[in-house]
């Protein structure tokens, strides 16, 4: 294990060389390379799987047992994850597996979805008890997974699935080396299908050359060749004519670099790189910070607008990075709209108050296919001490000219405690998106030990069905909470027994839901309701979290067949949901207004909300 004293003096000397960022020299990052044997098999304890929630998010454990449950003394990080094209519901995700935290030696997990993140089926190793690392997964337009990973000879070796992670087939050698990364073209370009790889200076089994090509669907490779100014720590995407583009981290310097490649997708010619950039990220790459020691603040993402849209072809850049003594990592963004010729002023993505000294790290990127920029990050904002983090997130819809308010998507964990006899918690996390929101998967430390969580982001007017519901006055008859989700021939159903007038409500029914969004920007309520009589009134109320009481919204009078009512808010909607939970609350008053046949009794066919983030 890397002496722990070391590591906090590297941390330490990161703020202060950060204002002669362009004399400073990144340290070397330990390589991936095995030093350990495999942790001897012992009985393995179990506890039930973790879910974590924060307001509207549910985060779930993806590396847990074959029968779901936690593995007690393991240890997950650094995922990778992939998305079918047009299928969002089927998702795989690869990460570094620790069996036991005994020992460093890491192996190939992995895991797959087929109903967009609901239920997580997790395979055995891609190789049992032989070292990988440096995950990486990718797809084609067509949706063959790709799932690439590092030997400790420091070369990688491609699989392949067809059938969305289930099963996968080792392919062979794939050249490669440490920190490797990976991107295959999903466009119409000539270079359609072909698998983009680059890695770094060290752990390089080629002499320093760092960038291989296949053409035939990661089979073989290309010999690999140098790549001008040798950046590292960074990754790759297509542009929409099939042009590559890549980024990364001049060590020595150390600068960002944007390098492009026009001739890449023509397979008869070896590549060449007709353009690089040194641009700006307004600071450094950070490696050996407090949050994470022994590795990585975060790499450097690219990720290119494909939509078709008024931003097609729009670049863009991010990287966590240490800015000065009092920003000691912030997530920063830029962006070029000419193919890379020209790049944006640095743009802080994180938007709590600067010089706080707080940590916001393992900066993630991609792109919607509709144009939205997806960002991601851990964030300490909200500890002085820097020793817990958070997941937060936002977006923007303009190209990155604005972004939306930051979100807290996790309750807080200790990245720094379940360490596998290395002190990091993985050099990077991940993250897709699809039309209707984001897909993240994350290292945390909920139930004390390092494990894998997945996590949905809804963008857009998102609906929301409820969670719970009571009668605070009045008898349930028959239904479940099910039958409020849709309009169908299932009803729940109440009534009271007591004569109703007009000064009171003898059936009261209260409707709970959580938000995906704690601070929306709209926010409605619609209800599906009909009554044994045209003499019953309903009042529909939303629970407001400022002043602690119901606000009435629509009264109107049912009738024997459904009534549809939607109900629009408008101002702050955060007072509706609860900042803390997430939670919101409607009321439904019903009230005898006229004579009835008998009995009160009201059928409520659907209670429904639309969150717009």
Avoid at 37 to 56: D, I
Avoid at 99 to 127: C, K, M
Avoid at 135 to 153: D, R
Wanted: negative net charge; glycine residues 10%; contains cysteine.
């Amino acid at each position: 294990m890397k002496s722990i004293h070391l590591l906090a003096a590297l941390a330490l000397v990161v703020p202060a060389v950060a204002q002669t960022q362009k004399i400073r020299h990144l340290p070397d990052e330990p390589l991936e390379q095995g030093d350990m044997p495999p942790a001897p098999k012992v009985l393995q304890f179990t506890s039930p799987q973790m879910v974590a929630v924060q307001g509207g998010f549910t985060s779930v454990q993806i590396n847990v047992d074959g029968n779901g449950n936690n593995v007690l003394g393991d240890a997950a990080n650094e995922p990778s994850m992939t998305m079918h094209p047009s299928d969002r519901n089927k998702m795989a995700v690869g990460w570094r597996q620790f069996n036991s935290i005994s020992s460093n030696f890491r192996q190939g997990g992995n895991g797959y979805t087929v109903d967009g993140g609901a239920h997580w089926t997790v395979n055995p190793l891609l190789e049992n008890n032989v070292f990988r690392s440096d995950p990486v997964l990718v797809t084609t337009a067509e949706g063959v997974f790709h799932y690439n990973s590092l030997l400790e000879t420091f070369f990688t070796t491609e699989f392949r699935s067809n059938d969305f992670g289930d099963n996968w087939t080792k392919l062979g050698p794939a050249t490669g080396g440490d920190k490797q990364w990976l991107t295959i073209d999903q466009t119409n370009s000539t270079g359609k299908g072909f698998v983009y790889q680059y890695w770094s200076t060290a752990g390089n089994n080629y002499g320093g050359r760092q960038f291989s090509r296949s053409t035939d669907g990661g089979t073989t490779w290309m010999n690999p060749i140098n790549i001008p100014n040798q950046p590292i720590w960074g990754t790759l995407d297509v542009a929409p004519n099939g042009d590559l583009y890549l980024c990364g981290v001049d060590q020595g310097t150390p600068s960002f670099w944007f390098v492009r490649s026009q001739n890449a997708k023509n397979g008869s010619a070896t590549p060449t790189f007709n353009l690089t950039k040194n641009v700006s990220l307004g600071g450094d790459m950070i490696f050996g910070s407090v949050v994470n020691p022994g590795g990585l603040s975060g790499q450097c993402w690219i990720a290119v607008d494909r939509s078709g849209g008024a931003t097609n072809g729009f670049i863009y850049m991010l990287c966590s990075v240490v800015r000065n003594g009092s920003n000691p990592c912030d997530v920063m963004f830029i962006r070029s709209t000419d193919g890379g010729n020209t790049w944006s002023t640095p743009k802080r993505i994180n938007d709590d108050p600067q010089n706080q000294s707080r940590h916001h790290w393992f900066g993630t990127l991609s792109v919607a296919p509709n144009g939205r920029i997806d960002v991601c990050w851990l964030d300490s904002r909200n500890d002085p001490t820097n020793a817990t983090s958070q997941l937060y997130y936002c977006s923007s819809t303009d190209g990155g000219t604005t972004f939306a308010p930051n979100v807290q998507v996790s309750p807080a964990f200790n990245s720094t405690i379940g360490w596998p006899q290395q002190d990091k918690i993985g050099d990077y996390m991940a993250m897709t998106s699809d039309l209707g929101g984001a897909n993240i998967v994350y290292p945390a430390t909920f139930n004390g030990e390092q494990d894998i969580y997945f996590v949905r982001i809804p963008n857009g007017p998102q609906e929301v069905q409820p969670n719970a519901f009571t009668y605070v006055r009045g008898t349930k008859v028959s239904g479940q909470l099910s039958d409020l989700f849709t309009v169908d021939a299932n009803y729940l159903v109440g009534r009271t027994f007591v004569t109703a007038n007009a000064t009171e409500a003898p059936v009261q029914l209260a409707v709970t839901a959580l938000s995906p969004n704690q601070a929306p920007s709209d926010l409605s309520v619609k209800v599906v309701a009909k009554a044994n009589s045209g003499n019953v009134q309903q009042e529909v109320t939303l629970f407001n979290f400022q002043t602690q009481a119901y606000e009435s919204l629509d009264t109107r009078n049912l009738d024997t067949g459904d009534v549809t009512v939607s109900v629009g808010t408008s101002g702050d909607r955060s007072r509706y949901v609860d900042p803390s939970t997430g939670t919101m609350r409607v009321k439904l008053n019903y009230k005898a207004v006229g004579p009835l046949p008998s009995a009160l009794t009201v059928s409520d066919n659907q209670v429904l909300w639309t969150v717009t983030p």
